[in-house]
C-alpha cells in the first residue's frame, strides 16, 4: 500500500474509533447519570484521565511506545488548559439551559476559524466555510431547544470557548511542531489534566448537583459501570489526540457534531426519547452539511498533493535550463518553511458525557 493509501486509511481508523468509543462512552453514562443516578461528571471525567495516563504507563513500559520527553513548561501548561477547559464545559451546562449550551458548542467552529485565520494565516475556501454553515445549521435545529441567557452563564460560555479552541489548536501544534504521536503527548499531559479535574471536580460537581461525591452509596453495579466508563474513556482521549493530530481542529468539531447527531438518533430510535420532525429535518441537514464538509476537504487535499508531488519536477526543470547558463550547478531550491509554519497549526479530551 502506497503511503498515501496507508495515510487516508489510518485517518479513517482515527475517525472510526473516535465516533465509536464516544457513542459508547454516552451510553455507558447516561445509564450511569439516568437509572443509578450518578451525576458526578467532572469527578468522573478526572477518573478518566487518570485511568488513561496509568493504561499508557504500562503501555511504555511494554514497549508499545516509545515515550518521548516534551518540554516541562510546555506540557504542564497544555495539560493545566485542557483541564480548565473540561471543568468549563460542566459549568457551563451547569449555570445554562440546555439550548445556550448547544449554541455555545456550535460557536467553537467559527471561533477556531477565526483564530487560526487571524492568528496563524490558515486559508479556508469559501466551499469548506458553506458546508460548516450548513452543518451548523442542521445541528443548531436538532438539538437547540431554548435560549435563556444569564451574566454568569454568559461569561463562562465565552470563556469555555476560547480555552477549548486553544487547547485543540495547540494540540494540534504541539504533536506537528515538535514531532510528537498523539500517544505521547496524551501520556506526558493527562498526569496535569487529570489533578486539575481531581482538585477541583468534588467542588464543581457539588456546586452544580448539590450533592457530595463521597457521600454516594457505592454498588456494586455502579463501580462495575464506573470501570466500564473509564475503560472507554482511554479509547476516547487517545483517539481526539490522534484525530486532531491527524487532521485538524475543526475537522475534530466536524466530527463532534457526527456524533451529537448519533447520539440523538440514538435516543430516538432506541431509548424512545420524545423527538420532533424539526429534529429529524435538522439531523438530515447536519449530514448533509457533513458531506458537503468531507467532499470539499477530500477535493483539496488531493489538489495539494499533487501540487506537491509536481513541484519537486518543476524544481528539476528550472534547475536544468539554469546550469549551462550559469556554468556551475544550481543551488537546491530552499524549503518554504512559511507554509510548515502555518499549515494544519492550531478535548483535548472532552467531557466524556457529551461525547466531545
Known sequence: MSDGGGSRMGVAGALSLSVTSSVAIVICNKYLIST?????????????????????????????????????????????????SIGLLNLCLGFNSVGFYQMTKLAIIPFTIVLETIFLNKKFSQSIK???????????????????????????????IAATCVGQILTNQIQRRLKVSSTQLLYQSSPYQSAVLLVTGPFVDKLLTKRDVFAF???????????????????????????????????????????????????YII???????????????????????????????????????????????????SAPLLGAKGSPRPENKSEDSFDYMPRTAKSAFTGR
Not at 503501555?59 to 520527553?69: N, S
Not at 458553506?130 to 452563564?153: F, K, P, R, Y
Not at 483517539?239 to 456524533?259: A, E, N
Open 271 to 321: 431509548l424512545k426519547d420524545p423527538f420532533s420532525a424539526r429534529n429529524v429535518a435538522g439531523i438530515l441537514i447536519a449530514i448533509f452539511g457533513m458531506g458537503l464538509y468531507s467532499y470539499y476537504s477530500v477535493a483539496e487535499s488531493r489538489k495539494k498533493t499533487e501540487a506537491a508531488i509536481s513541484l519537486p519536477v518543476a524544481a528539476q526543470m528550472i534547475e536544468k535550463d
Open 130 to 160: 458553506a458546508s460548516l454553515m450548513v452543518l451548523l445549521l442542521g445541528v443548531g435545529i436538532a438539538s437547540v431547544t431554548d435560549l435563556q441567557l444569564n451574566l454568569l452563564g454568559s461569561i463562562i460560555a465565552v470563556l469555555t
Open 36 to 84: 443509578l443516578g450518578f451525576f458526578f461528571a467532572t469527578t468522573l471525567t478526572s477518573w478518566h484521565l487518570m485511568v488513561t495516563f496509568f493504561t499508557l504507563y504500562v503501555a511504555q513500559r511494554l514497549r508499545f511506545f516509545e515515550p518521548k520527553p516534551i518540554d516541562a513548561r510546555t506540557v504542564i501548561s497544555f495539560g493545566l488548559l485542557n483541564g480548565i
Open 217 to 267: 452509596n457505592y454498588t456494586v453495579e455502579v463501580v462495575a459501570f464506573i470501570v466500564l466508563s473509564c475503560s472507554i474513556a482511554v479509547c476516547v482521549n487517545f483517539s481526539t489526540f490522534l484525530v486532531i493530530g491527524t487532521t485538524s481542529p475543526v475537522t475534530y468539531q466536524v466530527l463532534g457534531h457526527l456524533k451529537t447527531c448519533l447520539v440523538l438518533s440514538f435516543g
